[in-house]
């Protein structure tokens, strides 16, 4: 009897041992997922970063070709074409993703100004380097355009992921923060531009 008790008892703690590192190994795995879909995420965010500025570079190497054919035709615009031109450097020496960020939205701006220029010039318009360089930059903002929404998903996706409970307690354990430098619109995309045929 009492050798029965002492199987019982053991076989009882073998279970509760059993249940404890069950319940260890789910709680491990559980843990381990979300780590991983944080990591996946803040990778994600990181590559789709690398491509909005493959594009962003694809533009910044159009606009010397762009300027020079435009100064030939408007040689009396020289604020816009220097305004293009401090803002391709400008981009080119930002560190940051918001610096980047930053300098691309302007200089979008500055590209739109430079694009209602050459409405002025007949000639230009007609200049096959002008047109062709017009129809390159026009593909190359739309993949801009393409990469920045992928870009501001990824972040959103991360950002999420990293405030809801409880990947934030995890997220915060290891020292993953939010994300920022979100695209946004320019500022003068909300009024429609003046057409004027006089």
């Known amino acids: 009897m009492m050798k029965q008790q002492r199987n019982g008892c053991l076989f009882g703690s073998l279970i509760a041992l059993g249940v404890v590192l069950l319940m260890v190994l789910i709680g491990y795995f559980y843990i381990k997922g ?91 318009k007609s200049n096959q380097n002008f047109l062709r360089l017009q129809d390159e930059l026009a593909g190359t903002e739309n993949r801009v355009s393409v990469e920045r929404r992928r870009y501001n998903e990824s972040v959103q996706a991360y950002n999420t992921t990293i405030r809801t409970f409880p990947a934030v307690r995890i997220a915060n354990n290891m020292g993953f923060e939010k994300k920022e430098a979100y695209f946004e619109a320019v500022s003068e995309a909300a009024s429609a531009p003046v057409v004027d045929f006089e």
Not at 38 to 49: P, S
Not at 94 to 101: N, Q
């Open 34 to 124: 979300i780590y991983n879909r944080i990591v996946t995420q803040d990778e994600a965010v990181d590559a789709n970063w690398a491509q909005v500025e493959n594009v962003l570079q694809r533009r910044f190497d159009l606009i010397p070709n762009l300027v020079n054919t435009v100064k030939g035709f408007a040689k009396q615009e020289r604020e816009v074409l220097t305004e293009v031109t401090a803002l391709r450097s400008q981009w080119a020496q930002a560190g940051s993703v918001s610096e980047k960020a930053q300098a691309a939205t302007g200089l979008e701006a500055a590209l739109g100004k430079l694009m209602v220029i050459s409405e002025r010039y007949p000639d230009l």
